[in-house]
């Protein structure tokens, strides 16, 4: 006497042997897709620009260290910052930027968080009383309005979560279209950094009664600024 569970298998085994498969359809083989449009460096400045200024975010063009000193000192004003703390110059990619921003009366504080707990909270609340940091980025995406921020020596990650402000130099030519374009174009991209992180726009919650609020996790004002 057979099992259900026999009576089962041989059914579904009866099942297949009898089954007819449907008629091969022959289409014509597909067409090669056409390569991807690649857009130029102006229209991804546009695309990133008007998407991060949609996010709360600001965007600069600027031509040089001079130029954007000139715009960063007037963003510190602005936010009544005498002082900031940044990544080292190489990391920013714009030589000459640290010493004319000295030159039109900014200082630049340098920063170091040890790992004693008790120690890192009083250097923490010491470094809270600066009022911009200063970084460079891997990428900004057009798409998105993203910064792709890879921390590591020279680049450190205070610089874009403690000061209120948060100000990036990126050069043009490190505009793409999309986050899924620069992990194809660099799939080891993970693996470049301590930590890599996204930035779209000034911190923002609505934790708290559905309310939107900026600057309670991070900065309040982010400004981008594209060095041609």
Known sequence: MTSPRSRILGSI?????????????????????????????EALAAQFAATLTALAGHVHRARGAAEAADLITGIARENQSASFISWDEGALECPGLLAALGARGLSR???HVGADAGQRLSEVDALARIG?????AHAA????????????????????ILPPVHVAVVAERRLRASLADLVHEEPGLLAGG???????????????EMTLTHGVHGP????????A
Do not use: M
């Not at 911009?132 to 460079?136: I, M, S």
């Not at 995406?141 to 874009?160: H, I, K, M, Q, Y």
């Not at 301590?194 to 708290?208: C, E, F, K, L, Y």
């Open 132 to 136: 911009l940091g200063l970084t460079g």
């Open 220 to 227: 309040k004002h982010l400004h981008v600024v594209l060095l």
């Open 194 to 208: 301590s930590n890599v992180v996204i930035v779209a726009g000034p911190s923002r919650t609505a934790d708290i």
């Open 13 to 41: 085994r009866d099942g297949l042997l009898r089954a007819q498969l449907p008629a091969e359809v022959h289409r014509p083989p597909a067409a090669p897709a056409p390569p991807p449009g690649v857009p130029g460096t």
């Open 109 to 111: 504080v340098a920063y």
């Open 141 to 160: 995406l057009a798409e998105s309005g993203g910064l792709v921020l890879v921390s590591g020596p020279g680049r450190g990650r205070l610089p874009s």
